[in-house]
């Protein structure tokens, strides 16, 4: 997934990228119903389902609370993508285990992609759980809890080819009230041989263009200022009415022309998207980005190897050239662009030199930001099938840790380069460490801390200048 994410607190090679579980805040006024409590994992995508499964459960009466302590239904959204991931949310299963000793009655469910690939095993696995529920069975979930209260464990794991959730207004989980995620489509029919997701969210299919400009606008209207269109691989989006609704305006729409609409919205709500992969990714695409201001110059381009070899057998169906030659499209099309990346260290059979061409990759684009991992072979996934995972541990997270040292410099030297310029940032909230201090990110993507300036409020656009920097942050002050 997906995925710009927000560089607060993450962690590098963590096996969830957005690096800590959020909980859902509570909902104090409503004591009278049962209670919901949900705790995400994963990818961007895994976050925004939690929000379409809370929207439908407070449908059905369902408050929420921040204290699974106190909930009757505690619900995981879990990721499938690295081994510690599932690791992370059996450990945390154990200590639902005690509240829900202490409060007969209590409702464990697991959602999400480890729901999908455990199924019912899951219910063997861990005796605790009551009811496990894969990413395109959310709308079946009132029903499910009903047949737990009845005393049956549940499982709906069905994946679907035509389920978009596209009609569920999400409800806004943690947020900031000024950025926002829109899930743009789901699945992903890309089968590169590493990964998980192809099984654990099924195949590809798009939403509706219209539910997502409405989502959209309502989220203007809310005050929202900035969204970020969320699929696997959004290069492919790709929306084909159906004959039945088949009007004379209804036209494909392909994800360059869906950016553009999103982007009409207003001027003042910034676009963001996640994932393009390099093999989809359009010079139209581009020049959208470059023609509409409010459309972030920031592309996520997950690279994996920077050799051609381990990039055929993950699959990729590009190599080093092909992502270059990406690069420099970029480059030329949108000068100021900022590019993040993933990185997969000690895919099956790589030798040092292959290893070597990843950092040479790295040296040659200069990522502001890259996501890093050592490779954790799957059950199930084509490369589990056809390789052996014989890179020894040690020399995984070696070649780790050289790529993430790497990282460290080009991240360091992208924000230096940085200072002493003005950058449009959107007032997200206030820093982390000060509310005497804002942040919020340029368009770019990097993180800009500022003190406040009681002129501006959270949801404006200021300009800032670059003072000086740290790894992760540009510090500066507005100017008016
Ligand atoms: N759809 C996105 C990625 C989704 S998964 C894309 O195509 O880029 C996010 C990242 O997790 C991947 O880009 C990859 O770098 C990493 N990843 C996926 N499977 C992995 C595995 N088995 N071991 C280590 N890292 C993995
Ligand atoms: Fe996984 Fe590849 Fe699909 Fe990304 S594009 S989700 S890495 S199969
Ligand atoms: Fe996302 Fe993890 Fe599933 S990365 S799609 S939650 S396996």
Redesign the pocket.
Known sequence: ???IETPIGLKEHDES?QGEAVMLKGNQEEQHNRKLYIESYG?QMNFADSEIVASILLDKGFTTTADYKEADVVFINTCS??ENAEQRVRNRLKEFEAAKNKKPGMIVGVLGCMAERLKSKFLEEEKLVDVVVGPDAYRDLPNLIEKVDDGTRAVNVLLSREETYADISPVRLNTNGITAFISIMRG?D?M?S????PFTRGRERSRDPHSIVREAQELFAAGYREVTLLG??VDSYKWTPQATEGTADQKPVNFAQLLVKVAQVSPLLRVRFS?S?PKDITDEVLYSMAKYDNICNYIHL?V?SGNSRILELMNRTYDRSWYIDRIQAIRTIIPDCGIST???TGFCSETEEEHQDTLSIMDYVQYDYA?M??????PG?L?AKRYADDIPEDIKKRRLTEVVNKQREHSLKRLQEQVGKVHNVLIEGFSKRSDKDYCGRNDRNAMVVFPVNTKYKIGDYVQVLGESCTSATLIGKIID
């Open positions: 997934m997906a995925m990228r990818c993508i690295r992903c890309n590169c590493f990964c998980v997701v696997q691989n994932t992969h997950p994996q993933d990185v997969i996501y991992f050592a490779y954790s072979e799957r996934t490369a």
